[in-house]
């Protein structure tokens, strides 16, 4: 991403929703890191793909901020932000 610029994201897997529910319970700023991981959610278990230095794990990340964010249910959305 280049500096200043905003992307929306849809986070529905348990383990990221958890992560954001988390954040947003904490005051702002909501600052973040962001990793690729290859494969995904898939590979969160996956032992090669562990941080440590010599595994197939990317070891850098770019730290993000959550500006605004929205919770939604089946009732509709929560906004917060």
Do not use: C, I, S
Not at 38 to 44: E, I, K, S, V
Not at 51 to 63: D, I, K, Y
């Amino acid at each position: 991403l280049l500096p200043h610029q905003q992307v929306l994201l849809n986070v529905f897997q348990p383990q990221y929703t958890l992560m954001f529910e988390a954040l947003l319970r904490t005051p702002k700023p909501w600052y973040y890191l962001h990793v690729l991981l290859p494969g995904g959610t898939a590979n969160l278990d996956n032992e090669e793909y562990a941080l440590p230095q010599g595994t197939f794990a990317e070891l850098g990340a770019e730290q993000m901020a959550a500006g605004r964010a929205g919770l939604q249910d089946g009732d509709g959305a929560n906004a917060r932000g």
